[in-house]
């Protein structure tokens, strides 16, 4: 009797035959592509809309918190509470104007026109030394005309991008070796710093410097050029702190926060600002109802409205805040992906640095990470030259996506 053997139990195939797992990264990276490079007809118009959304949103937020920050300092001078809220409307109309202004103009016209440009801003920068120039703060960066006030400096950084982009990407006249592009845009970075510099305005400096690099970063530089002249400009910057005693304090309180007299000395309005930032908690105290912007933070509605804002609206709304200015990151790189000229790219790369480097730089001086400079907060701060330099850039950027590539249908504009 021969015994019956048990059915043979099924075996895993080797590990060699197995199908290869898809790394959980994978999709996470294809939806960031997506993101970031969309695709279809309908990518041009989604683009312009979502730049456009997320600035009015920004300066929306802006306008609503600069009459929060200033109206309880002017009614107890015995001004009007809304005297700051509403200058700050007219300089965003005027903005307004100027983004349909520069989103109309073909892109072009923009490289006849930004010699000219920039020629006019340098005139603008130089006549701060002279007396219609206005010092403020021991900074000596603006600009009397009239009634108005005007600062410079932020209409030099466009006519820089705009005229230094199209002469590192479009001069084949001139040489065909790159130093007769690159000396040109060098010594006119290096005269606009110099300037700026001059005037004592380190913080505008600090932000110039970068836009440069992302100039020439766009056209091809080499990193270890770039490298250098990132060195030139620490050890510029090392110099103008050594050679000011008001500078120099500042870095020591921020060193050691702690250390007697801190809190009341050039460390007053950042720990200040610390405070506002840690008594708003997850949802505000709300909105209005700041008690450090109470004589406490002097600079409440320009370099420190972030942290009003993060006072009266909290952890959410300063996350809020930081998202959009994410958004506002990738609505310029979408645009610089479609748009696809070189002089397009170069500035939408060189718009991006200018923006986020700013607003990255700013939250960092009100919460504590670096020391105090004054950055204003891009499209929330109150000042007019700001906004409206950076409504112009905003229109420029939709300039490049209108005229590069794409059709005026597809943007819809036309």
Not at 100 to 122: D, I, K, M, N, Q
Not at 314 to 339: C, D, N, P
Not at 379 to 394: D, K, T
Request: glycine share 10%; net charge positive.
């Amino acid at each position: 009797m021969t015994a019956v053997r048990p059915a043979p139990t099924p075996t895993t195939p080797p590990t060699s035959a197995r199908a290869p797992r898809r790394s959980r990264l994978a999709p996470l990276v294809s939806r960031l592509v997506r993101i970031l490079n969309p695709q279809g007809p309908g990518s041009a118009r989604s683009a312009a809309t979502l730049l456009l959304g997320t600035t009015l949103s920004l300066m929306a937020i802006g306008l609503v918190m600069v009459l929060s920050a200033s109206s309880f300092a002017l009614a107890s001078q015995g001004q009007s509470p809304y005297s700051t809220f509403l200058r700050q409307g007219l300089w965003c109309a005027l903005g307004l104007i100027a983004l349909v202004v520069c989103a109309r103009t073909p892109l072009h016209l923009y490289r006849r026109l930004s010699r000219v440009a920039l020629v006019g801003s340098f005139v603008l920068a130089v006549l701060v030394f002279t007396p219609l120039g206005v010092e403020v703060n021991g900074n000596r960066n603006w600009l009397s005309l009239g009634s108005m006030t005007i600062q410079p400096s932020e209409f030099l950084k466009l006519s820089l991008i705009l005229w230094g982009a199209g002469m590192l990407t479009d001069r084949p006249n001139l040489s065909r070796e790159p130093r007769h592009r690159v000396i040109p845009v060098l010594l006119a970075s290096l005269a606009a710093l110099g300037l700026v510099l001059a005037g004592r305005d380190l913080g505008t400096a600090l932000i110039l410097a970068p836009v440069v690099g992302a100039l020439f970063y766009f056209t091809g530089a080499r990193l270890r050029s770039l490298m250098l002249g990132a060195g030139v400009v620490f050890f510029a910057v090392i110099i103008a702190v050594l050679s000011s005693p008001n500078r120099l304090k500042r870095i020591l309180v921020w060193l050691d926060p702690s250390g007697a007299g801190a809190a009341e000395g050039l460390g007053y309005q950042g720990t200040h600002a610390v405070y506002a930032l840690a008594g708003g908690g997850v949802f505000g105290v709300g909105l209005g109802q700041s008690r450090q912007k109470v004589h406490w933070i002097p600079e409440a509605h320009n370099d420190f409205i972030f942290a009003v804002l993060g006072e009266e609206l909290g952890l959410a709304g300063a996350a809020l805040v930081l998202i959009l200015f994410a958004t506002l990151a990738v609505a310029i790189v979408r645009i610089a992906r479609l748009a696809g000229s070189a002089y397009a790219i170069c500035v939408c790369g060189s718009a991006l640095i200018w923006v986020l480097g700013q607003a990255v730089a700013n939250i960092a001086v009100v919460t504590g990470l670096v020391p105090v400079v004054g950055i204003p907060l891009p499209f929330i701060s109150y000042g007019g030259s700001s906004i409206i330099a950076l409504l112009a850039l905003v229109g420029v950027l939709l300039s490049c996506l209108r005229t590069s590539g794409t059709s005026r249908a597809a943007v819809g504009y036309g």
